[in-house]
């Protein structure tokens, strides 16, 4: 085989299996009304069939990736791709509600798998001299990705039904697996036993303040969503004390004491809720205050996945030769004045004048995301490259849910009926660019480290 091959196919894999996590969620969005039809249930209802795949995710992102650095990364990321598929053949063969329910959540689970380990894999794949092109090329895959799902979820749903939107994951899953097998690197293991009550409080802890969010997104009862908060805060102190006492913890809090990666995770968490409220409440803004039909309010979405892909991996490759710090405040800043722009739109924009605001926000989010990745990765020992992997997939994910959950709170603030819309749907970008220029402050302190 020539020289170069075994890396670019141990990048196929780890490519394969980030698209099929990618994909699961946009392309599932997608079919939810067609699977409410066919299963005869209510919409409220349906809304668990993404909840169920988020909230397995994000308990079990931190636990997976410290047993990664036990076992090893190429066998947790080759369960992880056994585990995703075995569960959309079960959601592919769903005929109820809990048993779809069943199969998304092991799906959960197997994405944190893959999901916890990409940066360690990644970090064993690329010389370091490169790794900020490797991380840079991972950026590129989500984004497409995320451009992508609505497109190819359409088209399959246009051929036959929903349960295609899950099968077509098994072959995938089986090429990425037969690759890895062969292509993945070994990496030293860590020799200490899995910490089970960490696993527990992480977990419960994550949990608990998902539910807790989604309470407030949601109208829930205020002493229920006071509690759920309080007894996370409670578990997620207990969790932190238990890893400052621990030689080996699961979370290697020592990390947090360095300010480049307590700044650049912060920065990261702020920037993904900003991207989570933007996504959330610009299909709102185009069409229900711009009169957008939904074929046009698609085609103007993707200007932000597309601007993201295409300067990712320049961004990562400027990672391996310059500052993060200065990349990523100069991303940011992009990031907030697009943001802010779209804010102040007038009343009739062209499409033209709609997508250059849009490209500002992606492309400052393509400079940030790679060179944050790759400065935080470089910040944590090598055989700490799985916990580390696993505290930015969980502050990716978090953000991501915060930005969602802060988009239905600022709705329920207007009146939609009475003309709020537009004012709810600015609100919502407004704050957006509020996180965005906080992720700007805290990410520009990392140029005097």
Known sequence: MPAGWPRRLAVATITIGLMMSVLSNSMTNLALPYIAQDLNITAESSIWIVNATQIALIISLLPVAALADIVGYRHVYRFGLVLFSLASIGCALAPSLPWLLAGRTFQGLGGAAIMSVQPALVRAIYPRSQLGRGLGFNTTVVATSLAAGPSIGAALLSITSWPILFAVYAPLGLISFVLAERYLP?????????????????????????????????????????????????????????????????????????????????????????????????????????????????????????????????????????????????????MTAGLVLTALLPPNPSSADIMWRLVLCGAGFGIFASPNNRLMMNAVPRERSGSAGGIIATARTLGQTMGAALVAVVFGLFDFSSGGAADAARAAIWLGAGFAAVALVIGSLRLRH
């Open 186 to 334: 070994h990496t030293t293991h860590t020799h200490r036993p899995f910490d089970v009550i960490s696993a527990a409080l992480s977990g419960a802890t994550f949990g608990l303040l998902i539910f807790g969010i989604d309470g407030m997104a949601h109208g829930h009862q205020t002493t229920i969503i006071v509690s759920e908060l309080a007894l996370a805060g409670a578990l997620g102190t207990l969790f932190v004390w238990r890893q400052k006492r621990l030689a080996e913890p699961m979370m290697p809090i020592d990390v947090f004491r360095r300010p480049i990666f307590a700044l650049s995770i912060t920065a990261s968490t702020c920037t993904f809720t900003a991207q989570g409220l933007a996504f959330v409440s610009l299909p709102f803004f185009f069409h229900t205050v711009l009169g957008r039909d939904a074929t046009n309010t698609g085609i103007l979405l993707t200007a932000w996945p597309l601007a993201l892909a295409t300067i990712a991996p320049i961004a990562g490759r400027l990672a391996d030769r310059h500052h993060a710090g200065l990349l990523g405040a100069i991303g940011l800043t992009s």
